[in-house]
């Protein structure tokens, strides 16, 4: 029975007290921009800290609050603080990243850098 529980607590569905919440993310590649989905059921914006570090290293955090409640017959929900951290490809645009939460999920956009242009820096020698 423990190892059943071991192995329930390892693919997140179990609740043991003061087990840390996960946060799964989806990352979609478009041609001008990634996108990143976090389920954040039952948080706002003002839950959640997203930064970016000098290192290009995406960090989310927050914290699901557990309801003050009692007469819990059973509990599978997971409350308490959590942090993801993602490194952005080298093609992401620092500058431009922007974040909303609707209805329930965290939709992070970034854009990739626009290609430097091909200059053509051949030219004629004149031959004297």
Known sequence: ???????????????????????????????NFYLVYADVPGLSKSDLIIKLSKDKVLSISGERKQPVEEGYKQKERRFGAFERKWTLPEDADSEGISAKVTEGVLTITVPKKQPEPVVDDSRDIFIA
Request: no cysteine; aromatic share 4%.
């Open 1 to 31: 029975q423990q190892q059943q529980q071991q192995q329930q607590q390892q693919q997140g569905t179990s609740a043991t007290p003061g087990f840390t919440p996960e946060l799964t993310l989806d990352l979609v590649d478009n041609e």
